[in-house]
């Protein structure tokens, strides 16, 4: 998802202490990073580590905290955190070698390695780096070059419009010029093909033109590809809507979903909304969204509440309303999940909201918690410096 990411990671920090942006490292295993990379068409970057490596502590620290650093992973890439000494990561490394920490692992969708490195990066390395592996992963110039050359070959448009939409740019031009000179052979399994795989908007014709044709496209792949594109489309029609402030296109997205894949229409519309609200600045309707999908999707889930008390925090640090619920939400994160991470959350939003003493209580929680696990303290030291000398 080429814009949406960008629109999600706008910068709105509270003056009263900086709110820790950066990379939104994937919760799910090596397998459902995979699969949600091949739904995305987005690569995988993995940072395979171990707890007691120096230079992997730092770049945690430093690098992927990044508010740089964080729009641009979480825009192009599915980003994972794994620790290669314990069983899930030695799985991991019995496919992709680690011989040294950390090992940053660039690899496609089909599990590809793009880029395998050894060694920590400084915030510009790690940019560039991430460029490479993007570059790497793009074919679409060689395809460029032969369909400006003159090749109308219909596979290999299909797969210059397979490589333009991987690399998140735009395929339509090309697909409606391919598919405006097979008037009358639409339904051809070939075509049925090129235009499952040229539905990349929901709001354009060539979506319309795979609804239509939906049942003859799945006799010829899948349901599952057929509901995968679907939700691409949407999602692409939702980026569009952020990029460009347009609230029809987030109506017509959320539309096309519940018309089109409602098991999932429901939840879409909710982080649809969330989204974009969020990027426009509109509080009310943002918090409207938050309580919709914490009421029917997130429920007691403590780390996705932990999350979304955080992007509250960040991105209506101001908005009364917005913070009142951010601090109901913080405060059901720390109950369920009892993590110091989940307390300074609570902490600071309770800061934010001008709630000096219960602050302070709720940080020397968390630094309580984050001693007896062993875990960095010096965010929530500082933390407590900031409450004390307020």
Same mark, same amino acid.
């Given at each position: 998802?080429?814009?949406?990411?960008?629109?999600?990671l706008l910068?709105?920090?509270?003056?009263?202490?900086?709110?820790a942006?950066?990379?939104?490292?994937?919760?799910?295993?090596?397998?459902?990073?995979?699969?949600?990379?091949?739904?995305?068409?987005k690569?995988?970057?993995?940072?395979?580590?171990?707890?007691?490596?120096?230079?992997?502590?730092?770049?945690?620290?430093?690098?992927? *905290?990044?508010? @740089?650093?964080?729009?641009?992973?979480?825009?192009?890439?599915?980003?994972?955190?794994?620790?290669?000494?314990?069983?899930?990561?030695?799985?991991?490394?019995?496919?992709?070698?680690?011989?040294?920490?950390?090992? /940053?692992?660039?690899i496609?969708?089909?599990?590809? @390695?793009?880029?395998?490195?050894?060694?920590?990066?400084?915030?510009?390395?790690?940019?560039?780096?991430?460029?490479?592996?993007?570059?790497?992963?793009?074919?679409?110039?060689?395809?460029?070059?032969?369909?400006?050359?003159?090749?109308r070959?219909?596979?290999?448009?299909?797969?210059?419009?397979?490589? /333009?939409?991987?690399?998140?740019?735009?395929?339509?031009? @090309?697909?409606?010029?391919?598919?405006?000179?097979?008037k009358?052979?639409?339904? *051809?399994? $070939?075509?049925?093909k090129?235009?499952?795989?040229?539905?990349?908007?929901?709001?354009?014709?060539?979506?319309?033109?795979?609804?239509e044709?939906?049942?003859?496209?799945?006799?010829?792949?899948?349901?599952?590809?057929?509901?995968?594109?679907?939700?691409r489309?949407?999602?692409r029609?939702?980026?569009?809507?952020?990029? $460009?402030? *347009?609230?029809? /296109?987030?109506?017509?997205?959320?539309?096309?979903?519940?018309?089109?894949?409602?098991e999932?229409?429901?939840r879409?519309?909710?982080?649809?909304?969330?989204?974009?609200?969020?990027?426009?600045?509109?509080?009310?309707?943002?918090?409207?969204?938050?309580?919709?999908?914490?009421?029917?999707e997130?429920?007691?889930?403590?780390?996705?509440?932990?999350?979304?008390?955080?992007?509250?925090?960040?991105?209506?640090?101001?908005?009364?309303? @917005?913070?009142a619920?951010?601090?109901?939400?913080?405060?059901?994160?720390?109950?369920?999940?009892?993590?110091?991470?989940?307390?300074?959350?609570?902490?600071?939003?309770?800061?934010?909201?001008?709630?000096?003493?219960?602050?302070?209580?709720?940080?020397?929680?968390?630094?309580? /918690?984050?001693?007896?696990?062993?875990?960095?303290?010096?965010?929530?030291?500082?933390?407590?410096?900031?409450?004390?000398?307020?």
């Amino acid at each position: 998802m080429r814009a949406i990411f960008a629109a999600l990671l706008l910068s709105i920090f509270c003056q009263s202490m900086a709110v820790a942006g950066g990379i939104e490292f994937f919760q799910g295993s090596w397998e459902e990073a995979l699969e949600k990379a091949r739904k995305e068409e987005k690569p995988v970057f993995v940072d395979a580590y171990a707890e007691w490596c120096g230079p992997c502590k730092r770049m945690a620290r430093t690098v992927f *905290t990044n508010e @740089v650093v964080g729009e641009f992973y979480n825009k192009y890439f599915i980003n994972l955190k794994i620790d290669i000494e314990k069983a899930p990561g030695q799985q991991f490394a019995a496919k992709y070698p680690v011989t040294a920490f950390p090992t /940053l692992y660039y690899i496609n969708s089909e599990g590809k @390695v793009l880029i395998n490195t050894k060694g920590a990066r400084n915030v510009d390395q790690f940019i560039e780096l991430g460029r490479k592996a993007l570059d790497k992963g793009d074919n679409s110039a060689k395809y460029a070059k032969a369909y400006e050359e003159g090749n109308r070959e219909p596979e290999l448009i299909y797969k210059y419009v397979k490589s /333009l939409n991987k690399a998140s740019k735009s395929s339509l031009k @090309v697909a409606n010029e391919y598919l405006m000179t097979q008037k009358g052979q639409l339904d *051809t399994e $070939f075509n049925l093909k090129f235009i499952l795989e040229a539905a990349s908007e929901a709001d354009s014709r060539i979506f319309n033109m795979m609804i239509e044709r939906k049942d003859r496209i799945i006799a010829v792949t899948s349901k599952e590809k057929v509901s995968a594109r679907i939700e691409r489309a949407c999602n692409r029609t939702l980026e569009k809507a952020i990029e $460009f402030e *347009t609230e029809d /296109l987030l109506t017509e997205a959320k539309n096309k979903m519940k018309a089109n894949y409602p098991e999932k229409a429901g939840r879409f519309a909710l982080e649809a909304d969330l989204a974009y609200y969020k990027a426009v600045g509109n509080g009310k309707k943002y918090l409207k969204a938050v309580q919709g999908l914490v009421k029917k999707e997130i429920k007691n889930d403590a780390t996705r509440l932990n999350k979304m008390a955080k992007d509250m925090l960040k991105h209506f640090p101001k908005d009364g309303k @917005v913070m009142a619920n951010a601090e109901k939400i913080a405060r059901k994160a720390s109950e369920n999940g009892g993590l110091s991470s989940y307390y300074y959350t609570y902490a600071s939003i309770l800061f934010n909201n001008g709630k000096k003493s219960a602050a302070l209580d709720t940080a020397r929680k968390s630094l309580e /918690l984050a001693k007896n696990r062993r875990v960095q303290t010096g965010g929530i030291e500082e933390l407590i410096r900031k409450i004390e000398n307020s």
